[in-house]
C-alpha cells in the first residue's frame, strides 16, 4: 500500500529492539558445537527462531489502517495464527500499553520489554471471528484477545497512524497508556479514561 493521507502500512522486518534473540541464537550455536559437541541446542533454537524467521523473511503484513479499517496481521510469536479485520464503525479507541508483569506475593515487578496496541471497539460491535475472550493484559475495558498484538518485529510510527485517523475516523482517538501493572489475573490500577 502507498504511504498517504488514507493508509499506513506495517510489515514484520527485524528492528533495533528485536536483534538479541538472534545473537543468542548465533551465539549459543557456536557455544553448543564448540565445546559441549551437542546439535540439540541448535535444533532446539532453530525451532524457537522459527516464527521470526518465516515473519521477517515474508515480510508479511504486522498492521494496516486504512480507509476501510484496521487490520492486525497473523503473530506466531504472539501465538496469534489469524489477521484480525476491524471496520472503522466498530472502532472507538486505539490503545498503546506496556505491560509490568508481577507474579502473587511480588513487591515489584519487571517493565515489559514489548509494547502492546489494542483495539478496543464499540459496544454491541459483532463478535470479532477468533478471540473474544477479553484481554488480561490489555487496560481497555472492551479490548478482545483477538484485537491485540504485540509490537515486536515491526515498529508502530504513531504520526503516520494519527494522520490516517483524522481523515478516515477522526471520531476514534489514540491512548498511550504506557507501563501498566499486570498481576494474576489481569491488568489492574490504569487511569480512568472518562476524566481524561
Not at 473474544?132 to 478482545?144: D, E, I, K
Not at 484485537?147 to 504520526?159: K, V
Request: charged fraction near 20%.
Amino acid at each position: 500500500m502507498p504511504p498517504g493521507p488514507s493508509g499506513y502500512e506495517e510489515r514484520y522486518r527485524l528492528t533495533r529492539k528485536d536483534v538479541a534473540p538472534p545473537i543468542v541464537y548465533v551465539v549459543l550455536s557456536v557455544v553448543s558445537v564448540i565445546w559441549l559437541h551437542s546439535l540439540v541446542i541448535i535444533v532446539v533454537g532453530g525451532a524457537a527462531m522459527l516464527p521470526y524467521i518465516i515473519l521477517i523473511a515474508g515480510r508479511r503484513l504486522a498492521f494496516r489502517a486504512d480507509d476501510t479499517g484496521i487490520t492486525l496481521g497473523i503473530n506466531p510469536t504472539g501465538r496469534k495464527f489469524y489477521a484480525t479485520r476491524i471496520p472503522w464503525a466498530d472502532v472507538e479507541m486505539i490503545v498503546l500499553y506496556t505491560p509490568r508483569w508481577h507474579s502473587r506475593g511480588e513487591v515489584a515487578g519487571s517493565a515489559g520489554t514489548r509494547d502492546y496496541i489494542g483495539i478496543q471497539r464499540r459496544e454491541g460491535a459483532p463478535p470479532l471471528p477468533h478471540g473474544n475472550q477479553s484481554a488480561l493484559n490489555c487496560p481497555g475495558p472492551r479490548v478482545a484477545a483477538g484485537a491485540t498484538r504485540d509490537i515486536t518485529t515491526w515498529r508502530l510510527d504513531r504520526n503516520r497512524l494519527a494522520a490516517v485517523i483524522a481523515v478516515v475516523a477522526p471520531a476514534v482517538r489514540i491512548f498511550d497508556y504506557g507501563i501498566i501493572d499486570v498481576w494474576p489475573g489481569g491488568a489492574q490500577d490504569l487511569p480512568d479514561l472518562e476524566s481524561q
